[in-house]
C-alpha cells in the first residue's frame, strides 16, 4: 500500500465529504482569518473593482507583464547558452582574489598588505623581473 501511494497519491478529499468537512472548514477559516490579518481580502478587492471598471486597461497591464516576463527570461536564457568564460591562469585568479579583499575589507579590519611590499611579485612582468636565473 505504501509504494502504491506515493506512486498514485492520495485521494482529494470532497469538500461535502462528513469525514474531512470538520478538517475543510478548519482550514478556510485559517485562511480567511490570515487574507484578514494581511488585508489581502481588501487588496483583491480593490483590483477586482479596479478590473471591472478598466477592462481593457486592466487586461493590458496583465499581458503586457506576463509578455515581460518571458521576454526577460529568454534573453537571460540565451545569456547563459551563449556565455563563454575567459580562461585565466592561477597568478590572474591570485590577483583577482587580492584585489578583491584589498577594496571590499569593512571599516576596522586590517587591510591585507600588498604582494609587493613582502618582496614578492604582484604581476607576471614583475615575476619575471623578479626571478633569479
Do not use: W
Request: with cysteine; net charge positive; hydrophobic share 35%.
Amino acid at each position: 500500500m505504501g509504494f502504491k501511494k506515493i506512486l498514485f497519491g492520495e485521494k482529494v478529499p470532497d469538500k461535502d465529504d462528513p469525514k474531512y468537512k470538520e478538517r475543510y472548514e478548519k482550514d478556510v477559516a485559517a485562511g480567511k482569518s490570515f487574507a484578514q490579518a494581511l488585508r489581502l481580502d481588501r487588496a483583491a478587492a480593490c483590483v477586482q473593482r479596479f478590473a471591472s471598471r478598466h477592462t481593457k486597461l486592466f487586461l493590458a497591464l496583465v499581458f503586457s507583464f506576463v509578455l515581460f516576463s518571458v521576454g526577460l527570461s529568454l534573453y537571460r536564457m540565451k545569456q547563459a547558452v551563449t556565455y563563454r568564460p575567459r580562461p585565466s591562469s592561477a597568478v590572474e585568479r591570485q590577483e583577482q582574489e587580492l584585489h578583491f579583499k584589498r577594496h571590499h575589507a569593512p571599516e576596522g579590519v586590517a587591510q591585507p598588505t600588498s604582494v609587493n611590499e613582502s618582496n614578492q611579485p604582484h604581476s607576471m612582468k614583475e615575476y619575471e623581473a623578479f626571478r633569479p636565473d
